[in-house]
Structures are given as structure tokens and as C-alpha cells.
């Protein structure tokens, strides 16, 4: 089973474009991450979210408590945002989604 | 300020082997997890330290793996008697307090287990 779910598995969009990424889970948590990964480079932090909405930049992560339900969207999406996007939900330990891997084509 | 490093960067062993990956946290941080990245899946959590101590090694995936952490700082993380299926990159992150803080993570240890 997995503690958490990730769609879409595979996103392809053109420069400009607003993107959303979406993440279920199904533990009980005390915090959920979004992560990016570039292409052979390491991994960062974007937001760690208790509840409500963090923005930075273009980047915009939500999350609803109650439905078990996180989203990260990006405005006005630019080739340098191709990366792995991954969600992961802190309780007493670590669970990962499987990851977005997006592309925006220029 | 630095950040946080690994050691090495690249791993090439023979199976049977034992392995020691090194990871140099943030000065200051009090959390350290280490975490698993096989090819073409996704990350999987492995141990976690808040200072010293380690209070859940159940992902450690078998008893040939082990980690400790000395003086808050610097940890080690062995895999005994290697297989080809411990082929991975190791990553570690480390934190100021606990899972619900961000963490910062290390470029990982590429292992190769032949």
C-alpha cells in the first residue's frame, strides 16, 4: 500500500502554463514537504506545510487537512522548473510519493 | 554556511563487501535522516537521529544495515556484507528540531555493488 499517492505520475506543459500536482495521503502527519529534483542534482526543500497556503515565487503548496489532500501549483511555468516534484508526509517517520516528473518545453 | 555533505560521492564495492557512508550535517542541526533512492524509484526513509539517538530503525530494510551518530554531529551509515541489491544513492538531510522542521539534504553517496 501506499501512504502516499501522487498525480499526474508524468506532466508535460508549455512555457507559461499554470501547473498543479496533486498528493493524497492516507497517515496521519504532522507536516507534508514538497521536494524538487533536477535531473542528476540533489534534492531541495520547497515548502513544509502544517495546514493553510505557503508562497514563494511562483510556487504556490496547499493543503487541506481534513480531506488528506495537498496540491503544489506553478504560475506562468518556465523550462528551468523541469524536475522530479515530490511529496512526503512526516508523522513518526518519512513516507514519499512516487513523484511528478515534469517537463515545460519552451 | 556550509551545507550538508556526504562522503563519498561515488561507491564501488563487490558484493559481499562491507560499506561505511559518511554525512557532515549543518552545524546546529539536531536531526539527521538518512534516506534510500534506487534507480528509477522513488525515495524511501531509512533512520532518523535526533541528536544521538535513533528512535525508530524499523526502515532500516535488514539487520546488515546500520547507522550511528557521535557528538550530535557526524553519521555513519554501514551496510554489512553487500548485495547487488543495495546498489543506491544514499542521502542524507539534516534539520534544526524534528519532521516537522524543513530539511536540508546532502548530495548523496552514489553505491554500486558489483
Known amino acids: 500500500k501506499n501512504e502516499v499517492e501522487q498525480s499526474p505520475q508524468n506532466l508535460t506543459a508549455q512555457e507559461g502554463e499554470f501547473i498543479t500536482i496533486n498528493c493524497s495521503y492516507s497517515v496521519g502527519i504532522s507536516a507534508l514537504h514538497w521536494l524538487q529534483q533536477h535531473p542528476g542534482g540533489g534534492i531541495v526543500s520547497l515548502f513544509m506545510l502544517s495546514s493553510g497556503k505557503k508562497k514563494h515565487g511562483r510556487l504556490i503548496a496547499t493543503i487541506n487537512i481534513q480531506e488528506k489532500h495537498s496540491s503544489l501549483h506553478i504560475t506562468a511555468s518556465h523550462p528551468r522548473d523541469s524536475a522530479v516534484y515530490i511529496c512526503a508526509v512526516s508523522g513518526n517517520q518519512f513516507y514519499f510519493g512516487t513523484g511528478t516528473s515534469l517537463t515545460v518545453i519552451p | 554556511g556550509a551545507g550538508v555533505s556526504q562522503s563519498p560521492s561515488n561507491k564501488v564495492t563487490e558484493k559481499g563487501k562491507d560499506v561505511e557512508l559518511r554525512c557532515d550535517p549543518i552545524s546546529g542541526h539536531t536531526a539527521l535522516y538518512w534516506y534510500r533512492q534506487s534507480l528509477g524509484q522513488g525515495l524511501e526513509f531509512l533512520i532518523y537521529?535526533?541528536?544521538?539517538?535513533?528512535?525508530?530503525k524499523s526502515g532500516l530494510p535488514s539487520d546488515r544495515f546500520s547507522a550511528e551518530r557521535t557528538g550530535g554531529s557526524v553519521s555513519t551509515l554501514t551496510i554489512q556484507r553487500t548485495q547487488q541489491e543495495d546498489s543506491a544513492v544514499y542521502l542524507c538531510?539534516?534539520?534544526?528540531?524534528?519532521?516537522?522542521?524543513?530539511?536540508?539534504f546532502g548530495p548523496g553517496t552514489r553505491l554500486t555493488v558489483l
Open positions: 537521529f535526533q541528536g544521538n539517538s535513533a528512535p525508530d
Open positions: 538531510a539534516s534539520s534544526w528540531g524534528d519532521f516537522t522542521d524543513t530539511q536540508y
